[in-house]
């Protein structure tokens, strides 16, 4: 499997896949909607059957801690891909917040 992974679906990890060919992809919005609707963040949210790995990727977008099992080499590679790009945009969200959050003090007045 010859390229890197640099698509939306796939994440962009280096991983060396190129495209998410798996059969039944699932809105990503939709799988945060019903996590929202089991689970408080925070929680763990257990896949055991990832395919590519939408309901890890809406977890980690929504602040759960996700646990996800694979049989097929090929599919977990494409859903690890997707949750490390996931978990990537999160961090980087959460620094970003850090950096340029209006620092308290700057608001009490002497
Ligand atoms: C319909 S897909 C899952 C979609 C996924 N839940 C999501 O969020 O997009 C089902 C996946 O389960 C995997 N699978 C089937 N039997 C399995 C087993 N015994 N253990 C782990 N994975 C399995 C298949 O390879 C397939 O990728």
Request: aromatic residues 8%; glycine residues 8%; hydrophobic residues 40%.
């Amino acid at each position: 499997m010859p390229g890197r992974v640099n698509n939306p679906y796939a994440g962009n990890s280096g991983i060396e896949i190129q495209h998410n060919h798996h059969p039944t992809v699932k809105p990503l919005s939709l799988m945060r909607y019903l996590i929202t609707l089991v689970t408080r963040e925070g929680a763990t949210v257990l896949d055991p059957f990832l395919g590519s790995g939408s309901t890890g990727v809406a977890a980690v977008q929504l602040g759960r801690s996700f646990v996800g099992c694979e049989n097929d080499a090929e599919y977990f590679a494409i859903a690890q891909a997707r949750i490390e790009h996931a978990v990537r945009q999160v961090a980087e969200a959460i620094c970003q917040d850090l950096l340029f959050a209006p620092r308290v003090e700057q608001f009490v007045e002497q």
